[in-house]
């Protein structure tokens, strides 16, 4: 079983940073696949990054070059960098775990944080 809490969600003007972070519990951490996903008001939970156990990173298109994902395996935090933010990035922001396949492949949810980026 995994655990995951986030921290991090608030309000920002436009322009402006913020950093996520997620605490993951349970024994197998370094090999799961972590993410970033978001839903905002009336609309789908769509991915914004995700970050393999060997570290390759994927993004989705609205948010290269403005967000980074990093992960601490020794720690069990995974982070995610938002800079440039823009009041499109409005929503909540949930970590994600997810097992290899060949451990069965089950995900986890954290609870979310939301974040405001006001204009």
């Known amino acids: 079983q995994v655990q995951l809490v986030e921290s991090g969600g608030g309000l920002v003007q436009a322009g402006g940073s913020l950093r996520l972070s997620c605490a993951a519990s349970g024994s197998i951490f370094s090999i799961n696949t972590m993410g970033w996903y978001r839903q905002a008001p009336g609309k789908q939970r769509e991915l914004v990054a995700t970050?393999?156990?060997?570290?390759?990173?994927n993004y989705a298109d609205s948010v290269k070059g403005r967000f980074n994902i990093s992960r601490d395996n020794a720690k069990k935090l995974v982070y995610l960098q938002m800079n440039s933010l823009k009041p499109e990035d409005t929503a909540v922001y949930y970590c994600?775990?997810?097992?290899?396949?060949?451990?069965?492949?089950?995900?986890?949810w954290g609870q979310g944080t939301q974040v405001t980026v006001s204009s």
């Open positions: 994600n775990s997810r097992k290899p396949p060949y451990l069965g492949g089950a995900t986890y």
């Open positions: 970050i393999a156990g060997g570290g390759t990173t």
